[in-house]
């Protein structure tokens, strides 16, 4: 077995970082890729890419596109694209992707469904 190797987002190339100090609770819709460092319950709705820091606690079921994964997350991902759950990841809750990776030391309790990237034609 390859042991996995994600990388980390580089923080520059965001938009919008939500900091550690934020409290939001609702719903929340945006355009750009965002980062999450804070506490966020409710629902995230996205057509670009979530990225949720180490030390973030979300409650709250996420539609994106890609999702990293790298603090707490209770709740639901629907993805279009890719879903990372790094080694710090601690998950609770189903993920439906076309693609998953999970880090070696990550801890998800949910059903994994990979829809794979829809571009192949099924037989």
Do not use: W, Y
Request: glycine share 8%; net charge negative; charged share 25%.
């Amino acid at each position: 077995m390859t042991d996995v190797h994600l990388s980390v987002v580089d923080e520059d190339t965001l938009d919008t970082i939500l900091a550690s100090d934020v409290e939001f609770s609702g719903t929340m819709v945006f355009k750009e890729p965002m980062m999450i460092k804070g506490r966020v319950s409710g629902s995230i709705t996205t057509e670009s890419d979530l990225h949720i820091d180490e030390k973030a606690v979300i409650e709250a079921d996420l539609t994106a596109r890609n999702v990293t994964v790298r603090g707490t997350l209770k709740g639901n991902i629907t993805a279009s694209g890719r879903v990372e759950l790094f080694a710090t990841c601690r998950m609770d809750g189903d993920v439906q992707a076309a693609e998953v990776t999970m880090e070696p030391g990550c801890r998800f309790n949910g059903i994994c469904s990979m829809t794979g990237s829809g571009d192949a034609p099924r037989a």
